[in-house]
């Protein structure tokens, strides 16, 4: 197990987000295409959606993953310097979501209506600036601009990291009490999900952020119990935990269609799943497979917010490709994918990586 005082790199983090940014991405690219008459298109379309549930585990994961990072990285620095500079954790955050994230409001609510005179967007341009998009869409109206689809989940994330370091500077001196908090977020959270809360809420995203901060805290405080967990974990146990998160994700958009609690599946469950991805990729040493050994992963998940923010305006670009031109139906994907990537490499390039380099160093 990782010693307290070591600066940690959780190296098959990267491939993951790179992962559950493609599940959100094939989902999107379902939506223009649906599904098709032909065999092969139809299996294909339902392969990188992961049948309708790749959005809502690709989200699921992003905000487990930013719950367990964010909180493991604020235990460690009162760990190792008995406080955390609250300051620049702060800039370092609105150095890395910000610039990209206003670029493409700015495609969404300049450039899209400026290309399609019959776009009359109804979202609120203010709750977006100020990270509110969430409670846009659930109170005021839905962007009539795909571009402005996924930042309901950003909103959601940046909420978290302007709120949950001052919850840490509260509680964390009181270990029982910060752990019924964190307790408490769930339930209130799950219970909120389950009496007809609309997902899109901060109160819905709760649950998969805390599950993550519960994460960090045994990693960071209680790390001989993850290391018995870790040790209990055969290769085979978690090849077989590998076939049901398979099988759960795959399943959940039906049983979510044919079962009125087939939604509390992917509430609990994906959640969940994803805890126990990141403690077998991070801490287990009977992983069956290490994702961050694929550079070709890893680089991908460092360009992930990109992909996550810039699909979408790849789509819109390529719509109106479709709408003057008649492609097939493969070359139609493969412009979407070629549009995203060249996107998201501008943006890291020109964008991300300089800013990124602004970022004042953590302080030990």
């Known amino acids: 197990m990782i010693q307290p005082k070591?600066?940690?790199?959780?190296?098959?983090?990267?491939?993951?987000r790179f992962l559950a940014a493609l599940a959100v991405m094939g989902e999107h690219i379902t939506r223009i295409f649906y599904f098709p008459d032909d065999p092969l298109k139809k299996y294909f379309i339902i392969t990188i959606s992961l049948d309708g549930s790749g959005g809502e585990w690709g989200v699921t994961f992003f905000f487990v993953l930013s719950g367990f990072l964010i909180t493991h990285l604020l235990l460690q620095e009162i760990q190792q310097a008995g406080?955390?500079?609250?300051?620049?954790?702060?800039?370092?955050?609105?150095?890395?979501?910000?610039?990209?994230?206003f670029v493409v409001l700015i495609f969404g609510f300049v450039l899209h209506p400026w290309l399609d005179a019959s776009l009359s967007e109804k979202a609120n341009?203010?709750?977006?600036?100020?990270?509110?998009?969430?409670?846009?869409?659930?109170?005021?109206?839905?962007?009539?601009?795909?571009?402005l689809g996924v930042q309901w989940s950003l909103?959601?994330?940046?909420q978290?990291?302007?709120?949950?370091?001052?919850?840490?500077?509260?509680?964390?001196?009181?270990?029982?009490?910060?752990?019924?908090?964190?307790?408490?977020?769930?339930?209130?959270?799950?219970?909120?999900?389950?009496?007809?809360?609309?997902?899109?809420?901060?109160?819905?995203?709760?649950?998969p952020l805390m599950m993550g901060a519960a994460l960090a805290y045994v990693a960071v405080y209680k790390n001989d119990r993850l290391d018995r967990l870790v040790v209990f974990l055969s290769r085979n146990h978690i090849r077989w935990l590998y076939v049901g998160f398979f099988l759960l994700i795959v399943f959940n958009y039906r049983l979510s269609s044919y079962f009125h609690w087939g939604d509390s599946i992917a509430m609990i469950g994906f959640p969940l799943m994803a805890v126990v991805i990141l403690?077998?990729?991070s801490f287990s040493p009977n992983a069956c497979f290490r994702l961050g050994r694929s550079?070709?992963?890893?680089?991908?998940?460092?360009?992930?917010?990109g992909i996550y923010l810039l699909h979408m305006v790849a789509i819109i670009l390529s719509e109106y490709v479709f709408n003057h031109y008649t492609i097939s139906f493969w070359l139609?994907?493969?412009?979407?994918?070629?549009?995203?990537?060249?996107?998201?490499?501008?943006?890291?390039?020109?964008?991300?990586?300089?800013?990124?380099?602004l970022r004042p160093q953590r302080k030990a």
């Not at 959780?10 to 993951?16: I, K, P, S, T, V």
């Not at 909103?155 to 940046?158: D, K, L, P, T």
């Not at 992963?297 to 460092?302: A, E, N, R, T, Y």
């Not at 493969?334 to 800013?355: D, H, R």
């Open 295 to 305: 550079k070709l992963l890893s680089q991908g998940g460092k360009m992930s917010y």
């Open 279 to 281: 403690i077998e990729q």
């Open 125 to 147: 341009p203010s709750l977006y600036s100020f990270f509110l998009a969430n409670f846009d869409n659930i109170y005021g109206a839905w962007p009539q601009s795909g571009i």
């Open 155 to 158: 909103a959601i994330e940046e």
């Open 332 to 357: 139609a994907i493969g412009l979407i994918v070629l549009l995203t990537a060249a996107l998201v490499i501008l943006s890291y390039y020109l964008i991300e990586k300089p800013i990124l380099n």
């Open 83 to 101: 406080r955390f500079h609250l300051a620049t954790f702060y800039i370092r955050r609105t150095l890395r979501i910000w610039p990209l994230y």
């Open 160 to 207: 978290f990291y302007l709120l949950w370091p001052l919850v840490i500077i509260l509680l964390i001196r009181h270990q029982k009490i910060f752990l019924t908090a964190v307790s408490l977020f769930i339930f209130i959270s799950i219970l909120f999900r389950l009496n007809g809360g609309h997902r899109y809420h901060t109160l819905s995203g709760l649950a």
């Open 6 to 16: 070591e600066r940690i790199y959780f190296e098959n983090l990267d491939a993951l």
